[in-house]
């Protein structure tokens, strides 16, 4: 079945020639992932006006940077698209513009955005999501105690300043954190760009805070939000958001790892290829998390995600990759660093551990009554 990367390379046509797509929104949000180095401005830097945009095929022929799939958590299938995107008649030509990468330990940030100025006049502004580092998953993390995190506060500042220097009709989308980071951003500049707004694209980007939801929950830009998931979709359904429907996309892969978008099928008509709903699976987990979270007030939730986070930092890892290095080592400061917490934390957490159990218990009884009585899923 095809996917992103055959999608680029079949479509040939321009974007003067063929309106944007919701695939087309994906492959940008799939891109944001690389570091164009080189391209790097600050938000102080856009404020002065300082555009310099290149092409994408121009970027490229100048040679990739050494870091330049660094953050990507599937090398392999990025190099592909790459490829393809250097000698793509729809895409080579897209200008890069406003490359802000921005990483921060003290405050667990973990930002990064691009602009693609498209030949339609339009421009679609682009969030990276979480890439391969731990501060990137911890801060989506942090998303259900605090309320804004600093990628959502840099977000809303990055499209401000876009909107003020480009003056063209905006696209905002990403994938995962960034897909929450282009909603949260439209949201909180609606009042001053909404009518140039075209739509926003949210591809398996969590939820919000109940504090941001109940904010925007009746807000009229919940209506250009396009919305996808996968099939088994976990990501994308954590925390609250005020979406009437998703656009439910078939995938390769199984469970969580279909939050890859190298996995999403594209149909020959280069459409996502639409599944008839959530998984059984992710229908459990999702009602069982939902549960799990309400039961905990912010407090419990930030000392059981810091307590966690605590273990990893114990490892000396940095990224997910570290991990594979020396792994009997790291698991043994893992291990060790469990023991160091406090007896309160350790009592703490197989609280949460046993009261997560016991969501999944009800759950599971709940769902399968449903099944057997015919009831609908709400």
């Not at 391969?132 to 942090?142: C, R, S, V």
């Not at 300043?161 to 063209?168: A, P």
Request: aromatic share 10%; charged share 25%; with cysteine.
């Amino acid at each position: 079945m095809r996917n992103i990367i055959d999608y680029t390379w079949d479509e040939n046509r321009t974007f003067a020639e063929k309106s944007f797509t919701e695939v087309d929104s994906l492959v940008l949000s799939q891109l944001s992932y690389m570091n164009f180095t080189g391209l790097e401005t600050s938000l102080e830097g856009m404020a002065a006006g300082n555009l310099a945009p290149v092409s994408l095929a121009e970027f490229l022929e100048a040679g990739i940077p050494d870091d330049f799939f660094k953050q990507a958590v599937d090398e392999k299938h990025n190099r592909e698209l790459i490829s393809v995107l250097r000698q793509s008649h729809r895409f080579a030509s897209v200008g890069l513009a406003y490359y802000v990468n921005s990483f921060d330990v003290d405050t667990e940030k973990q930002f990064s955005a691009l602009t693609f100025l498209l030949e339609d006049g339009t421009a679609y502004v682009a969030f990276r999501g979480t890439d391969a580092t731990f501060i990137g998953w911890k801060e989506d993390f942090n998303m259900a105690f605090m309320t804004p995190i600093p990628s959502q506060e840099e977000a809303a500042d990055y499209l401000r300043n876009v909107h003020g220097l480009i003056g063209r009709p905006l696209r905002i989308g990403g994938h995962s954190k960034g897909g929450n980071l282009a909603v949260y951003a439209a949201l909180r500049c609606a009042d001053r760009m909404e009518q140039d707004i075209i739509a926003v694209y949210d591809h398996d980007g969590p939820g919000f805070h109940e504090d941001i939801h109940r904010e925007f929950k009746d807000h009229p830009l919940w209506k250009k939000v396009k919305a996808t998931v996968p099939h088994a979709s976990i990501i994308g359904m954590l925390l609250h958001n005020n979406l009437a429907e998703y656009t439910i996309v078939g995938s390769r892969r199984v469970g969580i790892l279909q939050h890859d978008p190298f996995s999403w099928k594209i149909s020959p008509e280069g459409d996502f290829v639409v599944a008839d709903g959530l998984s059984p699976d992710a229908v459990v987990f999702n009602r069982t998390m939902e549960m799990w979270l309400s039961s905990l007030d912010d407090e419990g939730r930030e000392r059981f995600i810091d307590a966690l986070y605590s273990v990893v930092k114990a490892t000396g890892a940095v990224t997910f990759q570290d991990l594979t290095e020396d792994i009997m080592g790291k698991l043994g400061s893992a291990l060790a660093a469990i023991k160091e917490l406090d007896p309160d934390t350790r009592s703490f957490i197989r609280r949460l551990v046993y009261e997560w159990f016991k969501a999944a218990v009800v759950t599971i009884k709940d769902f399968a009554t449903r099944k057997i009585t015919g009831e609908e899923d709400s």
